[in-house]
C-alpha cells in the first residue's frame, strides 16, 4: 500500500505562473518531508525539505508548504520556468524514505 | 567530487541470466541505499547500509536480490537469475547521515532490461 501518494501524474502550466504540486501520505510517524526533481536520465537531486515541526519552507522560488492534520504536503514553484520541466517525488522520512510514485512537471514558454 | 558513480548504465540481458550493478558512492559519506524506479510503484528503497553493515533489507523482493558492501567505496547488487519483472532503472545513493533530514544524493543509475 502507498504511503506516500502522488495522485496527480503530470501537470502543465504557462512560463511565469505558479506551480502547485501535492502529496498525501497516510503515516503518522513520519517527521520529516522532502521533494527531489528528476531530469531524463538523471537521478533525483533534493530540492527543498521540511520538518514536521513546521508548516511551511522557502527557498527561492521553491515553497512547500505542510499541513499535519490532512496528512497533506504542497510544493509551490513561483515563477514557473521552463527548466523546472521534470519529474518530482514527494518523500517522507521515518528512519528511511518513502516515496511517492512522481509527478511531471512541464512548463510551457 | 565526481558524485554517486553507477555502472553499468544500461544492461540488456536475457531471462536466468546473472546480472551485478555497481556503485561508489561519495567519499566520506557513511550510508549508502539501492533504489528500484518502475512506473507501477515508483521509487523504491531495497535496502540501505551504514558503514558497510546493513540495516534494513526489508524492501528486497525475494532472494534472487542480494547486496553487499565490501568497503566504504563500493557495493553492488546482485540478482540471480534474473527475471522480466525486474526490469527498471535501479539508483544508487549516497549520504551522511540517515534518512531523517540528511539529504541523499543519487547517482544517474543503471537501466536493466531483462528479456
Known amino acids: 500500500d502507498q504511503q506516500v501518494k502522488q495522485n496527480s501524474p503530470s501537470l502543465s502550466v504557462q512560463e511565469g505562473r505558479i506551480s502547485i504540486l501535492n502529496c498525501d501520505y497516510t503515516?503518522?510517524?513520519?517527521?520529516?518531508f522532502l521533494w527531489y526533481k528528476k531530469y531524463p536520465a538523471e537521478g533525483p537531486t533534493f530540492l527543498i525539505s521540511?520538518?514536521?515541526?513546521?508548516d511551511k519552507n522557502e527557498d527561492g522560488r521553491f515553497t512547500v508548504f505542510l499541513n499535519k492534520s490532512a496528512k497533506h504536503l504542497s510544493l509551490h514553484i513561483v515563477p514557473s520556468q521552463p527548466g523546472d520541466s521534470a519529474v518530482y517525488f514527494c518523500?517522507?522520512?521515518?528512519?528511511?524514505?518513502?516515496f511517492g510514485k512522481g509527478m511531471k512537471l512541464t512548463v510551457n514558454p | 567530487d565526481a558524485g554517486v558513480i553507477q555502472s553499468p548504465r544500461h544492461e540488456v540481458t536475457e531471462m536466468g541470466q546473472e546480472v551485478t550493478l555497481r556503485c561508489k558512492p561519495i567519499?566520506?559519506?557513511?550510508?549508502l541505499f539501492w533504489y528500484r524506479q518502475t512506473m507501477m510503484r515508483g521509487l523504491e528503497l531495497l535496502i540501505y547500509?551504514?558503514?558497510?553493515?546493513?540495516?534494513?533489507d526489508s524492501g528486497m523482493p525475494e532472494d534472487r536480490f542480494s547486496a553487499k558492501m565490501p568497503n566504504a567505496s563500493f557495493s553492488t547488487l546482485k540478482i540471480q537469475p534474473s527475471e522480466p519483472r525486474d526490469s527498471a532503472v535501479y539508483f544508487c545513493?549516497?549520504?551522511?547521515?540517515?534518512?531523517?533530514?540528511?539529504?541523499?544524493?543519487f547517482g544517474p543509475g543503471t537501466r536493466l532490461t531483462v528479456l
Open positions: 518523500a517522507a522520512s521515518a528512519h528511511k524514505l518513502v
Open positions: 567519499s566520506g559519506h557513511d550510508y
Open positions: 503515516n503518522s510517524m513520519f517527521d520529516y
Open positions: 521540511i520538518s514536521s515541526i513546521k
Open positions: 547500509f551504514n558503514n558497510n553493515v546493513p540495516i534494513d
Open positions: 545513493a549516497s549520504s551522511t547521515g540517515g534518512a531523517e533530514d540528511n539529504e541523499q544524493f
